[in-house]
């Protein structure tokens, strides 16, 4: 096996086991924190007049839905996610809401979409993940129609955004060495580099390839900070496995850390992101 298909592998046991299982226990919170980028793309969808509409990376779904429902009957809303567990939630939340938004259990990088389908393709915080993004965007492209266009949301560089690293920077001195990631590679900060995404999406086939920063003011309630800095990310899989003791000074540690994201009754924070457009 080449490193390539390590990563995928990787990837895809992470999102169907630990990272997965902790995105749909999290999804409420997560999608209060992430609304403001949910909102970005579902004013993106309306401006766009897209009909045929692809949320790549989609998870438990919510924004594949909210824009459903935002453009009703004109809009045929697609989600595609690697997880199965994330995929299970969404088509729930489908049935529960009544909506028409279909969902697909599979890898970007190598399903077969059907060719031309897509006017617009959308994603939040879904697309860094891709062992090999050129293959992965490639693909998108023949699913894309003449006219589409993309329009994404990716971190911008770890140092800009310290409320993502504050917890795996407390616990380091509990936790073995760990390798650190190298730059342009499959993970959460996978896309924080312009010139690589610039340079991934032409040679994908996309064209007039843009990124802007934007910034966006993120909150949820403060008694979920304890969930949101132990069950999610690196250090959400590595608690579990930690000798008791150790672990409960991790958490002690990890919360006295996060203190000063805490104003009255919020976590809040600045989200640090590249808003990524093209068209096909
Ligand atoms: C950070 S989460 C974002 C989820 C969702 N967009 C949201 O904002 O709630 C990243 C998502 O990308 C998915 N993902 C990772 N690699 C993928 C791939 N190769 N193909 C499709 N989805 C993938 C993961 O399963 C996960 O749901």
Redesign the pocket.
Known sequence: MNKTHNIQSD?KTL?NGAA?NA?VESQSL?DQM?KPIEQALVKAAIDSGASNVLD?????G??TLTCSRALGEQGKLTG????AP?IEAAKLQAKKTKSLAQFVCA???EYTFASNAFDLII????VM??SDPVVAFTNLHKAANEEARLHMYAWRHPGENGFMTTAMRAAAPFLPPMPKPEPNTAGQFGFADPDYVMSVLEEAGWKDAKLEKVDFLCSFPAEQIEQYNTRLGVLGTLLPELDENVRNKIISVVNTAFDKFISADRAQFTAACWKITARA
């Open positions: 990837m999102w997965g995105w997560l992430f790549i990376g989609c998870g438990a919510t924004t595609l996610d690697i997880s994330l890898d970007a990088q994603s939040r915080f879904g993940f891709f």
